[in-house]
């Protein structure tokens, strides 16, 4: 397969998808027309169903919080936002939730970029502290 | 904002594992990442590095060479022990944690593997700490 030629750099196919699936975040991307179009595999804090592709983000979130989500691609859409973050305690982690418009070059809304990351361990790290092969 | 050049391909379908994104959504994505990502394949060549911090500065004419051409000479040992550990079946990333700068780096090297398990490359992820490690208590979507 050709590379896929990016604004800095080239990758083919399926180096798009090692190095998605092996970023330390859970990646899903939400089109223009609010419909999911990926997520990033693998052992996620959110599970994510193949199903989910093609939806309305609308479908995909409880009733409960449907209009939260819909006010914050609202405030995308128009430009009023470029980001929401929000961040919780689990068990055992912190989670740390982010959405990002993604705009064009024309700076026109192209989608949503939920990355969800566990930020337990840079949370945890003291300061001074330099740890060179901290499991991550 | 970030620079989100349009690619001479842009509307070319690339099937992903999950989802099918065109060529210029998979350009925006990872620009719109919030850390700088770098990658070089398993011939150590650079094939990407993202368009906003820390990576504003570096020439896009290093893309296609040696990752070890575009690092001080300070950096090489530490570099080729990474990608030798790598090469050598190591999984666990390599982490350094940097609080010097104003930025609180927070750098992070992966090997990358295919379904195989071969070296496929290694992905060098750099955040800005500080925002993450100063958050206190919690926001849940239902408080913004």
Redesign the interface.
Known sequence: MTA????????T?????????????D?T?V?EHDE??????GDRIFT?M?VV?GHKVQQCHPP??IA??Q??IDAFRAGRKDE??????TQKR?V?I?Y?A????D?RY??T?E?V?D?TV??D?K?????????? | ?R???????AN?L????????T?????????????G?S?A?ERDA??????GPP?QD?N?ET?GGSVQACHPIGALPTLEHILMEFRAGRD????????SGEGAD?V?Y?P???ERGAY??V?E?I?N?RR??S?RG?????L?
């Open positions: 896929i030629s990016l604004d800095t750099g080239s990758l196919p399926e180096q798009v998808d090692l190095l998605l699936k092996r970023l330390p975040a990646i991307y089109d999911v179009r990926y997520y990033s595999g994510r193949p592709i409960a919080s939260k989500v006010e914050i929401a973050e929000f961040w919780l305690k912190f740390h982010r990002i993604m705009r064009d070059g700076g192209r989608g970029l990355v990351q930020a840079v949370r790290f300061v001074g502290k330099r740890l060179l092969e901290e499991r991550a | 904002m620079p989100t050049g349009r690619p001479s391909d070319r690339v099937e992903l594992d999950a989802g099918v994104l060529a210029e959504q998979i350009n925006l994505l990872i620009n719109h990442l919030p850390f990502v990658f394949d650079l094939c990407l590095f993202t368009s990576y570096c896009r893309i666990e990333p390599f982490v350094q944690f940097d609080e927070y992070r992966f990358v593997r295919d496929r490359g992905l992820v955040e700490a993450v490690r958050l919690e926001r849940r979507l239902r913004w």
